[in-house]
């Protein structure tokens, strides 16, 4: 692919417009993530998990700055123009002057990237490390010797420097195969068989949304976490609930409850849950800093956390134990005699959760971004790149020296040893060489620059593979004992906390180089205990990336993906001598691969087609028996682009028994038959594959799943023969033998007693009285709100709104009467609403009225009475597109049931329509309609009518299987020019 890049100049508008960009961390998630992939605003609500507006918005920032282009469409099952995104592949430098050299010389050696840094030249974008030495770790002794550590260096080699700050990603454990992914248990009960959290090894355990120790589970819904008495699900019950803000994790330990809770600092609560009605908080203790993650081996819990350092004022965290603060003092605090950008204060705490007893220690390192955890070890890493000076000098030594003549090359040399900073150096050699370059003329500068830019090339491929390193410092865990080991590094950066493993003494770690250049290679490096490389495979699919590892006993299997998967199985039985034995390449790429058994490796991922584009879900079974020649022998593809599933982002979210034959995915649909989210069952088999048992889903029927998170299943465990499902609102409970729904809880619900805004995205309110009112009574001020009326009444004055949507969108409303209002129900400029199940009667204007917006769905109401003051229908619809008006009663309005005015695409479909004064279905200036199944009888006029002004009369309508009886005017009326251009066929007039 042809990279890009622009030369901004430092007065342009623009380079304000890139550093407002750059300075706002949503846009900067965003490009990072397209970066890596295309995707469509739904899939970057979902992956980044935000909400869909903020994504719009920001999107169209970044496509006006010309970062993101629209790469591609495709239809959605509604028929709407769905955009796929994709990262510009362009580099910006912002310089104070632009010239033809810095042109050509830029097409030949920057990466992607953006640079937000306003340098007098260029901003090079690496921050490369001096090889770290492994000296014993130190400790400062005083506030003041860490301010000048600090000072000294985070100084002139960060100059202009890029870090690539890689997300947190999660921890990773190691152990051996028979740990796999998966761990069942039993409980106290001996006979009780049942699910734990799906973790990479056996008796590591990882925190999580969702627990159970095989009797009850514990789980956290919004600010709550909930104790249930899950089994057996006949006599299941909520038990108890502890509300607290910024609940994470949790983690279960007999009959300790472990919390994790970020409110701007970490804290770690720990229960005594032996009565489950009455948890009782025993120990609280608080870490200044951001959470990272944790781990339980056996009854110690260890808990990683950074505190930002301010160079200038670095103050150490605090940890504080019930209340009583502990300042940790300068001298406490370890560190390492090597530069780094983006120092932190990383914390290490291990908490014997039975005893109540807590240690800690706190090291002055890089910002770490992935960890992984063994039963024994702790491996912190974090990814650093080239430095300005060091790109600079080795430019200058090996492309620059050996081309210029003596003269040239001897002023350079003058300008490197000089102490001018870096920037004014950069300067000088700009000067020198395009100097040296405009004094030739005809072949011998044409021989020239040929030349330069063929080093340029050279000298680019060969930093791409060192451009980046993988720090990593191994530090030993024995229960409360943390003891520091020792540092070692690779080239390239790591996917995830899978990219890592410990195995025999070793430790393995999978890497790609050329994020930044785009020259793509892959290379598995094999260390000993001491953090020395002692064996590697390298270059392995040049042009390509990880898309996920997963490393097993002596085996290690890897997925790179461009075009296609290639699968390689790599022998890892001599760490000395790792080597590629075998390698398949298939469409598609596996994001997740998992272990079935010892020859057998389950991978998930989508489906891709020839040009490398996403698709649907797939589902793959390797066989890797004979490791020279692995194969794809089952696989399955699972709906079309667009589709997700929460485990290509958390393993965690999988579910799988070998011994139950069992697989359980969280799949969010999409197809050309239908949108779907829920949990996909099937039994799996080396004789017949994947097959799919059933599907469960927590939205109720018709709802459309696009247009809300809440009950979308996110876990799923088992207990016996029962199948456990969570989402954020609800545990469903299943029978594993035939999918047959038990029983099931809402969960997370916000009482209503009394009027108000419902602005807590993602809030089910649940209203628990009737209510008189002369005021809008519900105001919608967030996204994805469920508001169950729960089959009380709102009653008004005849003023104002019943409820109220003003933009937001995804609101569900349900089962309640709203009487007496002005309008019952209104939605202003807001989509993607669901109406169902309510009783909407006697208000002034409409029953129902939305204004622009679209895609919301009005079913199953019993709508009479309304507009008697002032109002076109019961239901009307003004410049709303693509609605679903479907299954409603609509009767006795003092105007038309339906009107459908300048709005187009919607469908009105098995309406009962009757005793209306005026028409039954009434569009005006609207076209692209359909009119199906409805029966239209007693309206005092038109049946159905379709007109307009002149010139403006609806169009391209579809009326057809309708009943029509009685209605007092006539049945069906086209007015103007509408006969002309509207399908009516096989409506039966009575």
């Keep these: 692919m042809t990279k890009k890049f622009d030369l901004i100049d430092f007065g342009e508008d623009k380079a304000k417009d890139i550093a407002e960009i750059m300075s706002n961390k949503t846009c900067r998630k965003m490009l990072d993530f397209l970066k890596e992939k295309e995707a469509t605003e739904t899939e970057i609500s979902e992956r980044l998990d935000m909400a869909l507006s903020t994504v719009h918005y920001n999107l169209q920032k970044l496509v006006k700055a010309k970062l993101v282009d629209i790469k591609d469409f495709y239809w959605s099952p509604k028929g709407n123009k769905v955009h796929i995104y994709k990262a510009i592949n362009k580099t910006l430098i912002i310089t104070h002057k632009k010239s033809v050299y810095l042109e ?43 301010k000048n550590f600090l000072r000294e260096n985070s100084a002139e080699s960060l100059m202009g420097t890029y870090n690539s700050n890689i997300p947190i990603r999660g921890v990773a454990v190691a152990g051996t195969f028979s740990g796999s992914s998966y761990t069942s248990g039993v409980s106290n009960e001996k006979t009780v068989d049942f699910s734990k959290t799906n973790i990479q090894v056996e008796g590591v355990d990882e925190a999580d949304i969702i627990k159970s120790d095989g009797k009850y589970i514990y789980t956290i819904s919004g600010n709550k976490v909930i104790i249930v008495d899950a089994y057996p699900a006949e006599n299941s019950k909520i038990l108890s609930e502890i509300e607290l803000n910024g609940i994470n994790k949790i983690l279960i330990n007999d009959n300790r409850l472990i919390v994790f809770v970020i409110d701007g600092k970490t804290s770690v609560l720990i229960y005594d849950v032996a009565d489950k009605k009455n948890p009782v908080l025993e120990n609280n203790i608080s870490i200044e800093g951001n959470y990272l993650d944790s781990r339980m081996i056996k009854d110690y819990v260890y808990v990683i956390s950074s505190k930002t350092v301010e160079i200038d004022n670095p103050v150490p965290p605090i940890y504080t134990i019930n ?51 063994s039963p024994e070890n702790i491996y912190l890493t974090y990814t650093k790149s080239i430095s300005t000076k060091e790109y600079f000098e080795r430019f200058v030594e090996e492309v620059l020296i050996p081309l210029l003549p003596s003269s040239e090359s001897e002023a350079i040399k003058n300008i490197i040893n000089s102490d001018e900073p870096i920037y004014e150096k950069m300067r000088g050699v700009e000067e020198i060489v395009e100097n040296y370059s405009n004094s030739l003329t005809g072949n011998e500068k044409a021989k020239f620059d040929e030349e330069f830019m ?46 890592m493993d410990e195995y025999g003494g070793y430790f393995r770690i999978a890497t790609t180089t050329g994020r930044w250049t785009g020259e793509n290679l892959n290379h598995i490096y094999v260390l000993n205990e001491g953090l020395d490389i002692v064996g590697s495979v390298e270059d392995l699919a040049e042009g390509e990336k990880i898309y996920s590892v997963r490393f097993l006993m002596d085996k290690g299997y890897l997925v790179t993906f461009r075009q296609t998967d290639p699968f390689f199985v790599v022998d890892l039985s001599i760490p000395e001598n790792p080597k590629v034995t075998g390698e398949l390449k298939i469409p598609g790429y596996s994001n997740y691969l998992h272990p ?88 799996l088999t080396l004789e017949k594959g994947f097959k799919l048992n059933g599907i469960i889903s927590h939205y109720e029927d018709e709802e459309n799943i696009s247009f809300s998170k809440s009950f979308s299943i996110k876990r799923s465990l088992y207990i016996n023969d029962i199948l456990y499902t969570l989402s954020k609102n609800k545990i469903m409970f299943n029978s594993l033998n035939d999918l047959k729904k038990i029983k099931e809880f809402e969960i997370d619900e916000i009482l209503l007693y009394d009027c108000g805004s419902l602005n807590i995205e993602g809030g089910f309110y649940k209203l628990q009285n009737d209510i008189s009112t002369s005021k809008t009574c519900f105001v919608i001020e967030a996204n994805n709100v469920i508001l169950d009326l729960n089959g009380h009444i709102l009653f008004g004055n005849g003023s104002e709104k019943g409820i109220y949507i003003p933009t937001f969108g995804s609101t569900i409303i349900k089962n309640g009467k709203i009487l ?73 309005g003092n105007e038309d049931g339906i009107h459908v005015f300048n709005s187009n695409n919607n469908i009105l479909i098995n309406n009962h329509i009757k005793n209306n004064k005026n028409l039954g279905i009434d569009l005006n200036m609207a076209s692209n309609n359909i009119v199906e199944n409805n029966i ?27 009943t029509l009886l009685e209605n007092q005017r006539g049945t069906i009326e086209l007015t103007g020019t509408s006969g002309n251009f509207n399908i009516v066929i096989s409506n039966i007039i009575l």
């Design 104 to 146: 050509n010389k830029l097409k030949m050696i920057l990466p992607l990237i953006i640079i937000a840094s306003l340098l007098v030249i260029l901003s090079v974008l690496f921050l490369y490390p001096q090889t770290i030495e492994k000296d014993q770790v130190k400790k400062f002794n005083s506030l003041d010797e860490i």
């Design 454 to 499: 063929n080093k340029l090339v050279e000298f680019d491929k060969k930093l791409s593979k060192e451009s980046e390193k993988t720090v990593i410092h191994k530090i030993n865990l024995n229960e409360l004992d943390i003891k520091y080991k020792t540092v070692g590094e690779v080239n390239g950066h790591i996917l995830n906390q899978f990219s």
């Design 936 to 962: 239209i009888e007693k309206n005092g006029a038109y049946g159905i009518y379709v007109g307009g002004g002149i010139g403006m009369e609806g169009k391209n309508n579809v009326i057809k299987n309708n």
């Design 323 to 373: 209340g009583i603060e502990n300042a940790v003092s300068p001298n406490e605090i370890y560190y390492f005699d090597f530069p780094d950008k983006s120092y932190v204060f990383t914390s290490i705490t291990s908490i014997n959760i039975k005893e109540n007893k807590f240690e800690n220690k706190v090291y002055l390192i890089g910002s770490t971004s992935n960890i992984y955890v």
């Design 596 to 683: 079935y058994d010892e020859n057998h490796v389950i991978g998930i991922g989508k489906e891709a087609d020839e040009n490398g584009r996403f698709q649907g879900i797939k589902m793959a079974l390797f066989d890797v028996s004979d490791v020279k020649n692995p194969k794809e022998i089952y696989d399955i593809i699972i709906g079309e682009r667009g589709t997700e599933s929460e485990v290509l982002n958390d393993h965690k979210a999988f579910l799988f028994d070998k011994e139950k034959n069992l697989l359980v995915l969280p799949i969010n649909l999409v197809s050309q038959d239908q949108n779907f989210q829920g949990a996909y069952v099937y039994e």
């Design 820 to 892: 007496n209002f002005a309008e019952g129900i209104e939605s202003y400029q807001s989509s993607g609403n669901i109406i169902k199940n309510n009783t909407i009667n006697n208000n002034r204007h409409q029953g129902i009225y939305l204004f622009r917006g679209g895609e919301n769905k009005i079913y199953k109401n019993n709508i009479s009475g309304n507009s008697y003051d002032y109002g076109f229908g019961e239901i009307e619809l003004d410049g709303s597109d693509n609605n679903l008006i479907q299954d409603n009663s609509i009767e006795n």
